[in-house]
């Protein structure tokens, strides 16, 4: 391909100097003499991506192989059970595990009856049954209910609690329904749940939902992808660099775990944020290359270009995403801590791909990049008559004519609208959910305990109190035992029959079951709850207990002490999420109107999540449109979660789009024109960004888990929101409104340094265009070119 020769520029001088990122500033500004141009970090990692492309390709696929392999030799280290709760909850089962006191998988069967006492005969032969396999010990005579037609019957597991073998529960399991079988048509039911049944069908739902998750969501992505580029090649690099980072950070998490523990439910946030922010990333970088190419810049420019602009702009919402993630270690909660490093981690390493192998990549593709195209797909093609591409954004520049011509009034409904959507927030409910309601509704364990439940509150899952005492066989110990168990049994109306005490002699320790009034989750259980530990646990057993060691711990009582945690952590994230947004965005636009912009539109987006996760799992509103139920409460650690992640994903559209109007105003427009150039020119890789963002999202709420449901629903909502609302409407409507004011910076604050967000030598008809040794000379080497858009300014 034969290149015209560059014209002769003269270095050194007012032209050298007014090039991006040079000591002069924003194009305009007064040129510094004699400077050599600097380039942007991101045009220096894609300059040298595109110089040593085997060494940037190759030496990314061998960073994600020994990732993977060492992580899958290392292991993910789990968290212990103390490590996992917080406040008494924590100290109770520290205590258990300081003193070695394995605490078996307990199971209920509960036998019922049409006529009281029917249920005896069938109940002996269940505790016949399960006793044979071997597998059981401690089996405890049958409970009766208080109306006699039904017994409970109690039992553990023998072996390893830890143990991920899940022989022993399945041939109880099978026991106990071959009794049901026997018993099918005369009137008997019989109903198992426990904590070694519920194991097990939490991890085949954990393995089938992961596997489901990523064999829906890649080729999800695949297919939005292959709409929005029309070509196959284009389409699968996003998605080889979302997985590859997601392969990678998953093995580098494993090595960590080692000193931060981490639970295995991170792996599918990871997966779903990998898929988001690579693809994301790579989409805007890809997208505005082809721009390029399209505009009919040559290959080399058009990539220059691409890693200049987007390529800085990934880095900034990197950045930024990352220091959001960073605010989940002020929680206090080692599940937040572990989403931390898992996101951060992804992040990172999608960012780093989207700047070095992908410039290497491209480069290396050139053209190719539209290989196996499909007719009727695709962005827009290059117009070869008139070396142009086609106008650009028609249909978001036809919606966005009546917001830019009536700014007050459309930002006015936008907001009215989103606040409207996050008004159910304001009663929102929050709760750790016991695994039962995690279940989908008609799943057969969460049946059984919702039956064990009704006929005896607290059954299935009651309050746990440990008490460490300095000698356990003393007689003020046994009288403060005998006290509690009189009390609590005294009081029907707040405590459930069947109280089990288990002492540990040479531990001195005595660990008391305590089923609790209600569900396990209302408003009765609560204030059984706080009876329990406000006045039952003091006046009896705080005398006996060494050093004030008694606890009260259990299900109910760990989302309530997880539940107050979380209320405390929230205020800090918020704060640190919002000071650190505010900053850096202060710093890369310089202008503190967009910085508190990016606040305030953040804030609604993260409301309107919210209210739509109120309404549809609280009230039930519109619940079976997303194919769940209302379970009353939302799950307690999705809130902050939530705020997390919407408050550095959001920042993805944020400086894509301010980036593309700050360019157009630094190139001489108007704020009207700059903000119209912006949208429309980044509408497209924004849908495209959206809809896969939405899909992924998506993938999750229609999983098995209550808590990936309302992930999935909260996070897709809001990301839809955002894309079209708030970025479509509420920004250009509150830029409009700002007008000159956007770009306002308090005078103090002029120090901050200059971010340049124009290309960094677009070339234009008749300037000099890079010939195939120019990026080899320095970084890119290029000569100034003139703005052919703004030809009285040195670009």
């Not at 017994?151 to 597991?157: P, R």
């Not at 390893?160 to 009794?179: H, N, R, W």
């Not at 989940?328 to 960012?351: C, D, N």
């Not at 209600?518 to 003091?538: F, H, I, K, Y």
Request: proline share 6%; net charge neutral; aromatic share 6%.
């Amino acid at each position: 391909m034969h290149r015209p020769p560059a014209p002769s520029v003269p270095h050194g001088g007012e032209e050298a100097s007014a090039l991006p990122g040079s000591p002069g500033g924003l194009p305009g500004s007064p040129p510094g003499r004699g400077r050599t141009p600097r380039q942007g970090l991101a045009a220096r990692l894609g300059g040298w991506s595109t110089r040593h492309r085997k060494t940037a390709v190759f030496g990314w696929l061998l960073f994600v192989v020994l990732a993977t392999v060492l992580g899958g030799m290392a292991g993910l280290t789990e968290p212990a059970d103390s490590e996992q709760s917080v406040r008494d909850s924590a100290r109770a089962t520290a205590i258990l595990e300081d003193a070695s006191i394995d605490e078996p998988p307990a199971e209920s069967v509960m036998v019922t009856s049409a006529g009281k006492g029917g249920w005896r005969a069938s109940a002996e032969e269940v505790t016949r049954a399960v006793e044979k396999t071997g597998r059981v010990k401690n089996v405890q005579k049958p409970l009766p209910s208080r109306d006699n037609r039904a017994g409970l019957i109690g039992f553990e597991m023998r072996g390893d609690p830890d143990s991920t073998d899940e022989k022993p529960i399945d041939e109880v399991i099978e026991a106990v329904g071959e009794v049901r079988e026997a018993h099918s048509g005369d009137g008997i039911e019989i109903h198992q749940y426990g904590e070694a049944s519920a194991k097990k069908w939490l991890n085949q739902i954990l393995g089938d939902d992961f596997a489901k998750a990523e064999w829906t969501a890649v080729p999800l992505a695949l297919g939005i992808l292959l709409v929005a580029f029309g070509a196959l090649v284009a389409a699968l690099l996003p998605v080889a660099l979302a997985l590859t980072a997601f392969l990678a950070a998953n093995g580098i998490l494993a090595l960590t775990s080692g000193l931060l523990h981490i639970d295995e439910t991170t792996n599918s946030v990871m997966l779903l944020m990998g898929l988001a922010v690579g693809v994301d990333y790579c989409l805007f970088y890809l997208r505005r290359e082809r721009d390029e190419r399209a505009a009919g810049r040559d290959a080399e420019t058009a990539l220059r270009i691409a890693a200049a602009t987007s390529g800085r702009a990934v880095l900034v919402s990197g950045v930024t995403v990352m220091v959001a993630m960073a605010g989940m270690f002020l929680s206090g909660l080692l599940l937040f801590k572990g989403f931390a490093v898992a996101t951060i981690l992804v992040v990172f390493i999608a960012m780093l791909g989207s700047v070095t192998i992908l410039p290497a990549l491209l480069s290396w593709l050139g053209d190719r990049v539209d290989k196996g195209r499909v007719p009727f797909l695709g962005g827009r093609r290059r117009d070869r008559s008139a070396g142009r591409r086609k106008p650009a954004g028609r249909i978001s520049g036809a919606l966005l004519r009546p917001v830019l011509a009536a700014p007050g009034l459309f930002a006015a409904v936008a907001a009215v609208a989103m606040l409207a959507l996050a008004a159910p927030a304001l009663g929102m409910k929050t709760e750790q959910l016991p695994l039962d309601k995690q279940m989908p509704k008609g799943a057969e364990l969460r049946v059984n305990a919702e039956k064990i439940s009704e006929t005896f509150p607290g059954g299935p899952a009651p309050a746990r109190v440990v008490l460490k005492a300095d000698d356990i066989r003393s007689d003020e110990a046994r009288a403060a035992l005998a006290d509690f168990d009189k009390t609590v049994r005294q009081d029907a109306e707040h405590f459930g029959r069947g109280v089990q005490t288990a002492v540990h002699a040479e531990k001195n320790v005595a660990v008391i079951d305590v089923p609790l009034a209600g569900n396990g989750t209302d408003d009765t259980s609560l204030a059984a709850l706080d009876t329990l530990r406000n006045t039952v646990v003091p006046d009896t057993l705080a005398p006996a207990a060494a050093d004030g060691q008694v606890y009260v711990a259990g299900e109910l009582a760990g989302s309530q002490d997880f539940n107050d945690q979380l209320k405390e952590g929230i205020v800090p994230v918020l704060v640190f999420i919002t000071v650190v947004t505010f900053l850096l965005m202060l710093v890369c636009f310089r202008s503190a109107p967009i910085a508190l912009a990016s606040i305030v539109l953040n804030l609604l987006s993260v409301g309107a999540a919210y209210g739509v996760m109120t309404a549809v799992f609280q009230h039930g509103w519109g619940a079976s449109l997303f194919g769940t139920e209302a379970v009353g409460a939302i799950e307690s650690w999705m809130p902050l979660f939530v705020l997390v992640v919407l408050f550095g994903l959001s920042m993805d559209y944020h400086v894509f789009v301010v980036s593309r109007i700050r360019e157009a105003k630094d190139r001489g427009m108007s704020t009207r024109e700059a903000i119209r150039d912006g949208i429309r020119a980044t509408a497209s890789a924004v849908t495209g960004a959206a809809l896969i963002m939405v899909a992924v999202f998506a993938v999750f709420a229609t999983l098995s888990m209550q808590d990936m449901k309302q992930m999935g629903v909260g996070l897709s909502v809001a990301v839809f929101l955002d894309a079209t609302v708030v970025r479509m409407v509420l920004l250009p409507a509150v830029m409009m409104l700002l007008g000159e004011r956007n770009w306002y910076l308090p005078r103090w604050l002029r120090w901050l340094p200059r971010m340049e967000h124009g290309e960094a030598a677009p070339a234009g008809a008749g300037h000099s265009v890079p010939g195939p040794g120019d990026w080899g000379a320095g970084p890119y080497g290029q000569p100034p070119q003139v703005d052919d858009r703004s030809p009285e300014r040195v670009r």
